[in-house]
């Protein structure tokens, strides 16, 4: 078994410089520019039609799982917890629609 017949040394530590720009804030443009008259009105639209939208949703859930009259089925527990999917998102969306804006 022959080995190298150099001493084995540490290898030296190398500095590098890492150069950084300067991180510049930028004001959002949304609260630059105020929102015009039809704006507001698709806002407070679908302010008012989100919650509307939930609780039909929600209605449809209860008629399917807890006021069935023919009893519960394969498609009555498919389409309720399709019905769920759909409310969830619905339901965050309405949360935060209606959260005040900063």
């Known amino acids: 078994m022959s080995g190298s017949t150099g001493r084995w040394e540490p290898a030296r530590p190398q500095l590098r ?34 919650p509307v939208i939930l609780g039909l ?4 859930i209860f008629w399917m799982w807890f006021n069935n009259v023919y009893g519960p089925n ?15 998102p619905v339901a965050l969306w309405t949360w935060y629609s ?4 900063e």
Do not use: D, K, N
């Open 17 to 50: 410089v890492i150069e950084a720009r300067a991180v510049e804030v930028v004001a959002p443009a949304a609260a630059a520019a105020p929102l015009s008259r039809e704006e507001r009105v698709c806002l407070w639209l679908l302010r008012l039609l989100l």
């Open 57 to 60: 949703c929600c209605q449809l």
């Open 74 to 88: 394969s498609w009555s527990i498919a389409g309720g917890v399709l019905l769920v999917f759909v409310a969830a």
């Open 98 to 101: 209606w959260l005040p804006q």
